[in-house]
């Protein structure tokens, strides 16, 4: 499963949940800083700030809801509009109006052939 990370969201959310190896691959946008902290790091923070589990619990709802609205959307939207979706969407996730990502890269985060990405670009640069 591929995915986006961006300035409002965080990844390996699994981990919270205590489930050692995600699903995910995450892209980061270019140009983009990560901040990492691994799963010790991440109790010893939460045992002396114990609303950081709070904090973390909303950013499941999140994805929650992002994966509920995500399989709503590839269900009545052709590649086309969901390319678009996603460019709009990472553009606003990102602070940058452009979000390098190869057709490879946006064909695995929409579960789509490759192809389907490059016939979807090509009506929307006509």
């Known amino acids: 499963i591929a995915d986006l990370v961006g300035n409002d969201d965080a990844c390996g959310l699994e981990a919270w949940l205590g489930i050692a190896h995600g699903l995910e691959t995450v892209t980061v946008p270019a140009r ?10 991440l109790g010893r923070v939460w045992r ?35 390319v678009c979706r996603w460019l709009l969407w990472s553009a606003a996730r990102s602070g940058r109006a452009g979000v390098p990502v190869t057709h490879a890269q946006l064909a695995d985060v929409l579960g789509v052939r490759r192809q389907s990405i490059g016939l979807a670009a090509a009506a929307l640069q006509r």
């Open 48 to 82: 002396r700030l114990p609303r950081i589990g709070a904090l973390l619990n909303g950013l499941l709802g999140y994805r929650l809801r992002r994966v509920h609205r995500n399989a709503a959307c590839a269900l009545h939207h052709d590649v086309q509009q969901r």
């Open 32 to 41: 983009s800083e990560v901040a990492c902290l691994d799963v010790a790091s």
